[in-house]
């Protein structure tokens, strides 16, 4: 399948104006909004709060309606070059229906966000053909562990040369493992694995068809993995992908974390398609950051992804 167009938003400035906004769930303490603020000023930022950015509605950052319409707002903003999700929890895929996806296409500006944003990303791609960022929400942003991939993916050129996303030599401290050796290239989609199931079935849902799926997951015990999994081989979308990429399965109980990692090893072999596992994705804050949508090259043996360039 060739691959379809995208755009690409341009790159952010020093001096430029994000917008933040809050699609999901609010943030369990409300100092982590100034504390967002405030680390995206000290990097030379100007910063724009969605009107309802501090609205609460029970386990919701404001109604659909107020969350929608920020993040309309922020796009359409011709003073905004970024926009940036606070945090996720619930609600993304709430909002779908609410987003102006012709706006978004005609003002192509960064997004990114990961978790629940998930949603997002998956839409605003397949809606708006629109390159945007799963990495560190906003409350996570340019802490010390994580400036310098932000200032990579987001400020400097991309996508006019090779770009290695990680490689066996630089996985912020995760040992990369080979589940399925060989070399593919795909688009690159992907994201938390329990809000991907969320849009099989739905006019949101991605094209599977010989992508570099990357999935990540938080809090999961290892029988609900495998039935995240099982939906996606009944779906029909496991026989479609060209390669896996396994982020973080994070698990606080020992056994439980011991159970993921076999079921996963088990589940690569049976899909069979290049894979590695430990990709420095998931819900930590020195998670990489990956552009969605793109051209990609994985090498499992190699242990390395690399951003293919456009032209």
Sequence with gaps: MSAPSILFPPRLVVGDTIGLVAPASPPDDPNKIEKAIERLTAQGFKVKPGKYLRKRDGYLAGNDEERA???NALFADPEVKAVFALRGGYGSC????????TAIQANPKLFIGYSDNTALHQAILLKAELVTFHGPNASEA?????????????????????????SRDDAKGMVLKTMVAGRVTGRLIGGNMTCLLRLIGTPYAPDFRDVILFLEDTGEKA????????????????????GLILGRFDH???MERWRIEGYLQREAERINVPCVSNAPIGHFPEQIIIPHGVQAELDAGEKKLSFLPTA
Excluded: W
């Design 69 to 71: 319409e920020d993040f």
């Design 252 to 254: 606080g109980d020992e």
């Design 94 to 101: 709430r909002i779908l229906p609410l987003l102006d996806y």
């Design 223 to 242: 029988y609900r993995v495998d039935g995240m999994f099982t939906h996606l081989r009944l779906a029909g979308v496991l026989s479609q992908i060209r």
């Design 142 to 166: 340019f802490l010390p562990g994580n400036i310098k991939t932000f200032n990579r993916m987001l400020m400097e050129p991309l996508g006019k040369k090779e770009c290695v996303l990680f």
